[in-house]
């Protein structure tokens, strides 16, 4: 049974940092990129950032870019992403995901199994 957990979350003031770890486990199949997305109240969800599998290749939305950071595992099938200098507009349901198929890049792969998310509040 294919599973992803994610771990990590919690509530931090704004300039505070958090670790979310995704954790996967079950695949019978090589997954080609691990991508997290989050969901705010009252919007849509977006990705965050992604990374491949095969060549550590990565991407980050606008508004995340030089303050998180993913990272891969590869014998453990962890993906971390480092959450720095956060803004209460980081607030989110942060959710990874597993993509089997190809692009141009991670972020243009299609993402078919997901875990069920951990929440992220800040907050002062």
């Known amino acids: 049974q294919v599973q992803l957990v994610e771990s990590g979350g919690g509530l931090v003031q704004p300039g505070g940092s958090l670790t979310l770890s995704c954790t996967t486990s079950?695949?019978?199949?090589?997954?080609?990129?691990i991508g997290w997305f989050r969901q705010a109240p009252g919007k849509d969800q977006e990705g965050v950032s992604c990374?491949?599998?095969?060549?550590?290749?990565?991407w980050y939305a606008d508004s995340v870019k030089d303050r998180f950071t993913i990272s891969r595992d590869n014998a453990e099938n962890i993906v971390t992403l480092q959450l720095n200098n956060l803004k209460p507009e980081d607030t989110a349901v942060y959710s990874c995901?597993?993509?089997?198929?190809?692009?141009?890049?991670?972020?243009?792969?299609?993402?078919?199994?997901w875990g069920r998310g951990t929440q992220v509040n800040v907050s002062s």
């Open positions: 995901a597993a993509a089997g198929g190809s692009g141009s890049g991670c972020h243009t792969m299609p993402y078919a199994a």
């Open positions: 990374i491949s599998l095969s060549d550590g290749s990565t």
């Open positions: 079950g695949f019978t199949v090589p997954y080609s990129a």
